[in-house]
């Protein structure tokens, strides 16, 4: 089978293959929630290591569980199986399955963050101008995740495609962790990805930012992670889905208004839950390009559904209804 057909059958399944199987059925009294270990999901993260989530829920009976996930797709995935309730995610991945789900399984309720995204190229790679990418490999966190579909629209915008469409960039999807150990080995030529990994790889594998995402955004302002539920569980539980988007709405706004105790906070956090923070210098780096904000920035959300059903990653058909409230 051609590797083009295979990668598109791969991300029609990070979202169509637990369409068709049954939603584990939910409980009220527990709320489930998917998050990842990157800055994006500081209000999600450090929500969850104070208790502040787990005190509001708890007050009405319910009992907080939480899932790390190492890229967006996976969290979808998990959402629309049934393993979790609730989600913070980069906007793409909620696109897809509020598409392919006709708008029937899940909306986003809430922003997260705007910035914290780069591409990052191996220095002595010779890396100047976009046209020395040709040839080269790029990683991205995983197949469909939104630092991917950014990677290859904005190649696209430069007369360039992945070489699985007949281009010229070679893009590999893996862990930062793997990021980090080829290109110190010389086998990675950049990678396009959220922070801290920006930073880490700026840090330990002698990378430099090549493009900084926040230069190619009308304001320098874009969706990065967004909240999102799965409206059946709302349909049984809009309580708790409330206090939930209340409280996020509360650990956003400690984050805006003293970023030096929320960016120690967050790599606190960090800590706890993935078992690995950031060093100071390097978290400084990936915190100044980051912005929190409950501002779902919808017309930067439909700018990525429209390019990515142009590139043929999002399946064509309306986003009409997918940002609302609780």
Same mark, same amino acid.
């Given at each position: 089978m051609p590797e083009g057909i295979t990668r598109r059958a791969l991300l029609a399944?990070?979202?169509g293959g637990v369409l068709g199987a049954c939603r584990r059925p939910a409980d009220a009294r527990v709320l489930r929630?998917?998050?990842?270990?990157?800055?994006?999901? &500081?209000?999600?993260?450090i929500g969850l290591h104070s208790g502040r989530f787990e005190r509001a829920l708890s007050a009405r009976g319910v009992r907080v569980e939480r899932a790390?996930?190492?890229?967006?797709?996976?969290?979808? &995935?998990? %959402?629309? &199986?049934? #393993?979790? !309730?609730?989600?913070? %995610?980069? /906007?793409? /991945? #909620?696109?897809? #399955?509020?598409?392919?789900?006709?708008?029937?399984?899940v909306r986003v309720v809430s922003g997260a963050a705007s910035g914290g995204a780069v591409l990052v190229v191996r220095r002595g790679a010779g890396i100047r101008c976009a046209s020395d990418l040709r040839g080269r490999r790029i990683a991205t966190p995983q197949l469909g995740n939104t630092n991917d579909l950014s990677l290859r629209a904005w190649l696209r915008s430069q007369g360039m495609d992945a070489t699985e469409y007949g281009g010229e960039v070679s893009i590999s999807p893996m862990?930062?962790? =793997?990021? %980090?150990?080829?290109?110190?080995?010389?086998?990675l030529d950049?990678? *396009?990805? =959220?922070?801290? *990994?920006?930073?880490?790889?700026?840090?330990?594998?002698?990378?430099?930012?090549?493009? !900084?995402?926040?230069?190619? *955004?009308?304001?320098?302002?874009?969706?990065t992670a967004v909240l999102v539920m799965h409206r059946g569980y709302h349909a049984m539980a809009r309580e708790n889905v409330r206090l939930w988007v209340e409280v996020h709405s509360a650990e956003v706004a400690r984050l805006r208004e003293d970023r030096l105790r929320g960016m120690r906070e967050a790599n606190e956090a960090l800590r706890a839950?993935?078992?690995?923070?950031?060093?100071?210098?390097?978290l400084a780096q990936a915190w100044g390009r980051?912005?929190?904000?409950?501002?779902?920035?919808?017309?930067t959300i439909a700018a990525m559904a429209r390019v990515g059903m142009a590139l043929g990653m999002v399946p064509r058909g309306s986003i009409e209804g997918l940002v609302g409230s609780v």
């Open positions: 399944g990070a979202v929630v998917g998050c990842m270990g990157t800055l994006a999901h &500081a209000p999600s993260l790390v996930f190492g890229a967006g797709p996976e969290v979808m &995935a998990s %959402l629309l &199986a049934g #393993a979790i !309730d609730v989600g913070c %995610l980069g /906007p793409v /991945p #909620a696109v897809t #399955a509020y598409v392919r789900t006709r708008g029937r399984a862990k930062g962790s =793997a990021m %980090l150990a080829q290109m110190r080995r010389g086998m950049g990678a *396009w990805v =959220a922070e801290p *990994w920006g930073a880490r790889l700026v840090a330990d594998a002698g990378a430099v930012v090549f493009i !900084d995402e926040r230069t190619l *955004w009308p304001g320098g302002r874009f969706a839950i993935t078992g690995r923070g950031v060093a100071e210098g390097v980051m912005e929190f904000t409950t501002d779902p920035l919808e017309e």
